[in-house]
């Protein structure tokens, strides 16, 4: 029942930035963590960034780390996700999700639709 609403994707040049949000809405919002992943051209999806919603504790997978940061807005029920030094690999349509913790891992429990980032050389 949680939507979850993904903007700010674009076309950048390499090195460029852009900054995606996601917000939330519905019930009463208060997940365990909020992540961004992502799924490139003809590829997988994969893991890009996530956030503890309590305490804001953060992880990066190791393609991204030390160029995105992500970060929540509690009061307006949003997660951003600030993307600097862009390369062509980080082309790719990103998703927020929303998740709990269960048997000691977490779990999605809603997504939203995704938004496009294209990143051109």
């Known amino acids: 029942q949680v939507q979850l609403v993904e903007s700010g994707g674009g076309l950048v040049q390499a090195g460029g930035s852009l900054r995606l949000s996601c917000v939330a809405s519905?019930?009463?919002?208060?997940?365990?963590?909020m992540s961004w992943l992502r799924q490139p051209p003809s590829k997988e999806r994969e893991f890009v960034a996530r956030?503890?919603?309590?305490?804001?504790?953060?992880y990066y997978s190791d393609s991204v780390k030390g160029r995105f940061t992500i970060s929540r807005d509690k009061a307006r029920n949003t997660v951003l996700l600030q993307m600097n030094n862009l390369v062509a690999e980080d082309t790719a349509i990103y998703y927020c999700?929303?998740?709990?913790?269960?048997?000691?891992?977490?779990?999605?429990?809603?997504w939203g639709q995704g938004t496009q980032v294209t990143v051109s050389s």
């Open positions: 519905g019930p009463p919002f208060n997940p365990y963590v």
């Open positions: 956030i503890n919603w309590d305490d804001g504790l953060t």
């Open positions: 999700a929303a998740g709990g913790l269960r048997y000691g891992r977490v779990e999605y429990d809603d």
